[in-house]
């Protein structure tokens, strides 16, 4: 069974700066398409970053240049750097295993995905 638990939220100033990590078990993350997505209060969750098994990364617009997604398979960890974080990055963030890695974040869910419960980002001064 895929699992995947997220660490590294918290309140961070406009401005600052935040790396995510998602830890995996039960698989081999090396073998699979990752992704970060997130929901902020009173919206859809939405895709922000994904990575493939080849490292070929995609971002959505609203976080591009400021958000890196990496991964190290021999420790079987996704990251997601977020720099210049903006309050309107607020958001619950969610690691995912098995995403369709895709350039259109719509096409990145399928049924089989594994989901995390999620870390709090709250940006605020």
């Known amino acids: 069974q895929l699992q995947v638990v997220e660490s590294g939220g918290g309140l961070v100033q406009p401005g600052g700066s935040m790396r995510l990590s998602c830890a995996t078990s039960?698989?081999?993350?090396?073998?699979?398409?990752m992704a970060w997505f997130r929901q902020a209060p009173g919206k859809e969750r939405e895709g922000v970053s994904c990575?493939?098994?080849?490292?070929?990364?995609v971002y959505v617009d609203s976080v591009k240049g400021r958000f890196t997604i990496s991964r190290d398979n021999a420790k079987g960890t996704m990251y997601l750097q977020m720099n210049s974080l903006r309050p309107e990055d607020t958001a619950v963030y969610y690691c995912?295993?098995?995403?369709?890695?895709?350039?259109?974040?719509?096409?990145?869910?399928?049924?089989?995905?594994?989901w995390g419960q999620g870390t709090q980002v709250t940006v605020s001064s």
């Open positions: 995912a295993a098995n995403v369709e890695c895709m350039e259109n974040p719509l096409y990145w869910v399928n049924p089989d995905i594994s």
């Open positions: 039960g698989f081999t993350m090396a073998n699979y398409a």
């Open positions: 990575i493939n098994s080849r490292a070929r990364t």
